[in-house]
Structure formats: C-alpha cells, structure tokens
C-alpha cells in the first residue's frame, strides 16, 4: 500500500455513492450507468446491494467488468477530486455477513436486503484512476489501493457496542471537535483501518486516523488521543 494509495482509498471512504458502468447486454457494446450506493469492506472493495432483475445486475452476470466513478456533488464538477475504480464485479455467497456493515450506512436498504433476489456484489479493483485535484492525475495499482488484512474486521461490532454503549459524550466530542457539530443522536456505525463514521442527528460523518491501526487495541489509542483533544 503507498500513501496516493491510501489517499485514494480515503476518499472513497468518505463517499456513500457512485455511477456504476457496466456492458450492457441489451445494447451490445454499449456502456450503461446507474447510480449505485455502496459501503467499503475494510480493505477498502465496493460492496453493492442490487436486485437480480435490475439491467446492471444482468450487465454482470454476463461480464464481470465493472466501472464507479465516485465524486461528491460540487457546482464545478470539473474542479473537484474523483476516484475511478476498474475492476470485476462478483456475486457474494454470504449475504447476511455482508448485510450486518452495509445496513449500518445504509440503513434504508433495509427492506431491500430482505427480498430475496436483492445480493451483494463486491468490486475486486484492477486499476485505480485518482484525479486528487489540479494536476494531480494517477493511475494506482490495486495492491497500493488495497488495505492489508487486520484484526479489526473481526473486532468492529465489539468496538461499536462499546463505544455507542458508554461513551456517548466522547462522540458528540468528536463531532464538535473536527466537523463543527454540536449533535444531539450520535451512533458510531463503522471502524476500519482508516478511520470512523458517526451518524450524527442523520448526518454521516468521516474521522480519519492520522495512521491507518491494525487492531482494536490501536484504535482505542487513536479513540482515546482524540477525546482529549476535544476536551482541550
């Protein structure tokens, strides 16, 4: 993993949403897109909740291969930072695993997640296209995008209980300290090497670790330095 790597995987991070292109089959040739919302596993790979009668779902069960272009909204669209992610897009065999992380995100799926022709698709990356603002343009290799395998995956739901269980004030803390914002309802709803995400008052907000940590022991260190900057 390099840092352009680790920048780029950031910023998907922050991000809910993208355009998802696949080859269409009903107009052979042809590129289709369509919105897709998303949630990263911990090494940083799109998981997708679509329906086996949607067009782009056909699209890859035909070919794998898959494009999500991710940018957040901005009156100059041309000026802002972007991630584009090429890689296959496969079927997951356990829904339910999948399911516990994204309904987290992505909480209004939930109904969707119960149909029974809704899956998860995951997107294993093989280039990655990184437009990080003015001349700064660069195609990233899918090992230095990727993060390594951790502990914390396993560790998530124990670390979120914890935190959402005893320490509430630590997370409005949180909010006011890097983003500004006095909340009222404050839930943790994901760790992963990179950082966290609060949903405060609705609003989904991203906290990034100054380095990635490994382990639920490295992520308490990060927890605990920046509560006590926030009471400083």
Not at 1 to 22: K, N, P
Not at 47 to 69: Q, Y
Not at 204 to 230: I, K, M, N, S, T
Request: with cysteine; hydrophobic share 45%; proline share 4%.
């Amino acid at each position: 993993m390099s840092e352009l790597g680790r920048e780029a995987r950031r910023f998907v991070r922050a991000q809910s949403q993208g355009v998802l292109s696949t080859l269409s089959v009903r107009i052979e040739g042809f590129p289709f897109g369509s919105v897709a919302p998303y949630a990263l596993d911990h090494a940083g790979r799109p998981l997708l909740l679509i329906s086996t009668l949607a067009e782009h779902t056909r699209n890859i069960d035909a070919d794998a291969r898959v494009s999500l272009i991710v940018q957040p909204f901005s009156t100059d669209m041309q000026v802002t930072g972007r991630v584009t992610l090429l890689g296959h897009a496969r079927r997951l065999a356990d829904k339910a695993a999948a399911g516990v992380r994204y309904l987290r995100y992505h909480p209004q799926a939930a109904s969707y997640f119960a149909m029974h022709d809704f899956h998860f698709y995951r997107i294993d990356p093989v280039r990655v296209r990184y437009i990080g603002g003015f001349g700064r343009i660069h195609w990233i290799e899918p090992e230095a995008y990727l993060g390594g395998e951790s502990a914390l995956a396993a560790q998530e739901d124990g670390i979120l209980a914890h935190m959402n269980a005893d320490h509430a004030d630590n997370l409005r803390d949180y909010c006011r300290l890097v983003h500004g914002v006095t909340a009222d309802e404050v839930t943790m709803i994901g760790i992963d090497p990179d950082g966290f995400d609060l949903r405060a008052d609705g609003r989904v907000l991203r906290f990034d670790f100054a380095a990635p940590v490994d382990d639920a022991g490295a992520a308490r260190a990060e927890l605990v330095a920046l509560a006590r900057a926030a009471r400083a």
